[in-house]
């Protein structure tokens, strides 16, 4: 049930990106920003990656231990979404970039961290971000 949950986040969240951006999408082009990293180690399903200093959108929420997976995605989603699609102070639209950070912060899993990574074509300073 919980991985039904993800794929179903994924799905919506691809989608409003894909209605953002339909012909490129279209023709099968990817053109979410990821940031620079270098690989460290790779084993035969990972790699061990390396990320230069970057701006993140970030936020700390708590959840009830019994909160349905995708719910706990969710929560933190949102508040994120809206920031980037300008419900900020200057009304700004920010790319999406990937990958999206999670972070379970103790060990009941309900304080959570979840952040985007700010595009580094648009924002090099703490100062350039609406708030």
Not at 48 to 58: D, G, H, K, P, T
Not at 62 to 81: C, E, M, R
């Amino acid at each position: 049930m919980h991985s039904l949950t993800i794929v179903a986040i994924l799905i919506v969240a691809n989608c409003c990106f894909t209605l953002a951006n339909p012909i490129s999408n279209l023709f099968g082009a990817v053109d979410t920003e990821t940031p620079p990293y270098d690989v460290i180690s790779k084993g035969a399903k990972y790699e061990v990656r390396r990320y230069r200093s970057q701006l993140w959108a970030q936020v700390e929420y708590t959840v009830d231990a019994s909160t349905d997976f995708g719910d706990k995605l969710s929560i933190g989603f949102q508040p994120l979404f809206q920031y980037i699609t300008g419900k900020n102070d200057k009304e700004q639209k920010i790319p999406m970039t990937a990958p999206v950070v999670m972070q379970q912060v103790n060990s009941d899993s309900t304080r959570r961290r979840m952040a985007f990574i700010m595009p580094a074509s648009e924002f090099t300073e703490l100062s350039q971000l609406p708030k």
